[in-house]
């Protein structure tokens, strides 16, 4: 009864995917509405992924050389004017703050939607000599975008992130530095979130404004739509010439550096519901969830039974993230959905007959199989089987997103397939704006990416203008 | 050379203290003032050390059953107005968010001072049952607070901090939590950043504007000038009954829950800074500082230096936070001075002669000593040595503490050791306003705290009107 009505309160992800999203994440009490319009509360359980995936990401930033440092929330609006693309691009989703200790403010000054143009102002005072650089640094906090239309982690008006923020002596390394931290992205995304990622460079038109040239990695969701979960930005010498950031180089004459910038956000737990999540709720992979088993006694009154699941908790807890629920006035039941509904991947069943014969029952979060163990070497069996959910998760996204990408090679066939089968489209692409713009107005779907992985589509004519292409770009409908 | 130059650049303490500090923290690359006045740039070295701080405390906290979790910025001003004394308090000091999206707002949105108001919003709409209870939440951001004069990490328009935020069935409970709480602030702030502290309870007058009851820890700097280096709030039933939060309680009644807030921020760099630097720059207790120990090569070049001196950082990265210094181009008193400066615990010197007699010299932060040493077992020599510092520098902070703090049984005894010996005062303070307010007009001094631990002091009658007093408290200059 309990388990009914609580696959009932989750509504089925073909029947109305927008709402199975909305239930997921406010049923498992990730987020919540804000009472200013289009800001999200990120409640615990939604914090506890936050941070695991924050110190994968962190782990290896550092790793690579990179120093975190905070920039002011404000930033004077003359700044932020600096560099005209950059500010035709943000000006519009700014939040400006007028006044301040009760009295109007000589200039405006605005909540930071990025942080380039105050940390430059600031490099350009700081660099002095080609001895300092590498400048790596990155820094962790919340940034304010106005957004119209609004979905907590996809698409709000604040949200949490990480923006790197590099100089280098060459073009070289900036580019070096520019796909290091792509690759970073990548790996976490997809060794530890288990989201298998296409990566490639932004057309001109979805380009950071600002940048020479944007790298994405691109997710494909359960809907089929696109999600871009991560971008790094070559930004050559357009800011630093702007902020007139100079130093003197090796031959002692004063040059501009070469920068980079890079971001990941709570997005990236958009993506993680969406790509593994299933009409019983959240499904979490075992390297970045809160919980990675929770033990549930079963009779719990039972002589013995309390004592024998936290022993075997006490135990567990050594190595991995483990929970016990031993609530009173709520049946095994309706526990099993409850931590099914929140993701967690081993749920550990214990009773009064499993501890007669030594053993327990796990049952795995991603395919519901159940198995008996003994209860000696548990932590080997818990360990082996962490790692096999973890792989299959991987393995079982991939398989969807390959289902779901499909190849055209004209914009009927682009069409069709949008309609019978939505997903990634591979395609020819001439470079030209103007086919971009066509094929976005006649589809909906946008331009993802240009991947590193190239390959020829059909006769490598532009699927669009029928001239001769330069590349594949991967399509679809996106976040 | 080198050295004279590098010691000449920083203000000496007793000349100019506030000089002093605002050359060490620039020189050391701790901070930078921002193009907004009285915001901050944090810069990495700095921020390395808020990363300590913080890891110790979230730590902790997470060890007494919190979860973090994550509010917006932006607060609607009608939910600032529900606590009545709260917003009176915070008002004067909030930048308003007018216009978002390229249009004015409806209501304006204060960008968060403190975040009661919002949190409380929220915990109105999740709590339901006392078996939901307790919530024990906290979050990690920055606030917003308007500041005529500013000085960076004591007194800045934004800073970051932590804000805990956690209802209770009882008032025993909320009670029992905020003491709780403000001892994992003086453990942290004693055991790893070793400056001692005084606890106790806030005036009146002093308290957090919608407050029961404000307990503070306060730290005494090099100059006799008192620090407040966190608080921890009982707000009793304040908010929780202007924002309507109820449950049913276990008798199924509606019940109003007991809620308690606390905090620490950036602004025990300062304290760090103030207790322990001296004329030569920072000097960091082991456990807090982000380079624990720094190898300088002497005479690099040579062969086989640079290689001893990099099996040696290798070795000792193993176990602590190891940087080695092989720049060309610098001396090694050009390297000592820095690395001074920054206030590394420990500099470890290696050159030929050095390597040929299996030794290595040892330089202590601290007090200056140098030891040889065996490079044998190293890392037990090493490990000794920071625990030897560690605790010397509790040790002396305490002794300097205790050098000024004096007892005063009448205003003209209060007064004189204030000028000859500023630091903490003792006295008997009768419990009114009155008293306390003038006492603050004649001598500049607030009322610290009465610290849990009273004594009497002279007779027993208030130091300003004579009554009979119940409590003893600390008095002095503060930030
Ligand atoms: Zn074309
Ligand atoms: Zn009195």
Redesign the pocket.
Known sequence: MAKKQKVEAITPRDEDFARWYTDVISKTEMVDYSPVKGFMVIRPYGYAIWENIQSEYDKKFKETGHKNMYFPLLIPESLLQKEAEHVEGFAPEVAWVTHGGGKELGERLAVRPTSETIICSMYSKWLNTYRQLPFLYNQWCSVVRWEKTTRPFLRTSEFLWQEGHTLHETAEEAQEETMQMLGIYRDVAEQYMAIPMVVGRKSEKERFAGAAETYTMEALMHDGQALQSGTSHNLGQHFTKAFEITYLDRGNNQAFPYHTSWGVSTRLIGALIMVHGDDNGLVLPPKIAPTQLVIIPVAQHKEGVLDKAWEIKNKLAEKFKVEIDDQDGYSPGWKFNQWEMKGVPIRLEIGPRDIESNQCVLARRDNGEKIQVSLDDLDVTVEKLLDEIQNNLFQKALERREQKTSIAINLEEFKENLAANPGFIKAM??G?RA?EDKIKEETGATLRCIPFEQEIIGDGS?I??S?K?EDMAYFARAY
Chains 1, 2 share one sequence.
């Open positions: 692409w001439c030209d086919c532009c669009c203008c001239k292409a």
